[in-house]
């Protein structure tokens, strides 16, 4: 399974992104996509996920701000982020996994940095 994040950048806090995931290879398989981040020093997080089911979970400190879809028709993963604060800066990781559970054993695509930056 191959991934590739596109759509991050600098914005300024209060500003808005929106990043984007394609899969390729044996994506039949895939059970559940996401995102995970992480920024220097910190630990990695796990940022949201969403099940070929639909189902959606969110690091809980984000829900209100960020939302995931996907297309599996087309094999993309999207994650929306508003009102995009300084503690969002990290480095996104598009995932995928065969289980539900999106484990950091899955797949991953090189990260894709967002900078939220005045």
């Known amino acids: 399974v191959q991934l590739q994040a596109s759509g991050g950048g600098l914005v300024q806090p209060g500003g808005s992104l929106r990043l984007s995931c394609v899969a390729s290879?044996?994506?039949?398989?895939?059970?559940?996509m996401g995102w995970y981040r992480q920024a220097p020093g910190k630990q990695r997080d796990l940022v949201a996920l969403?099940?070929?089911?639909?189902?959606?979970n969110y690091l809980d400190s984000l829900k209100d701000r960020f939302t995931i879809s996907r297309d599996n028709s087309k094999n993309t993963m999207s994650l929306q982020m508003t009102d995009l604060k300084p503690e969002d800066t990290a480095v996104y990781y598009c995932?995928?996994?065969?289980?539900?559970?999106?484990?950091?054993?899955?797949?991953w695509g090189p990260g894709t940095q967002v900078t939220v930056s005045s």
């Open positions: 995932t995928a996994d065969d289980t539900i559970a999106l484990r950091e054993e899955g797949y």
């Open positions: 290879g044996r994506i039949l398989s895939l059970a559940s």
């Open positions: 969403i099940t070929t089911g639909g189902t959606i």
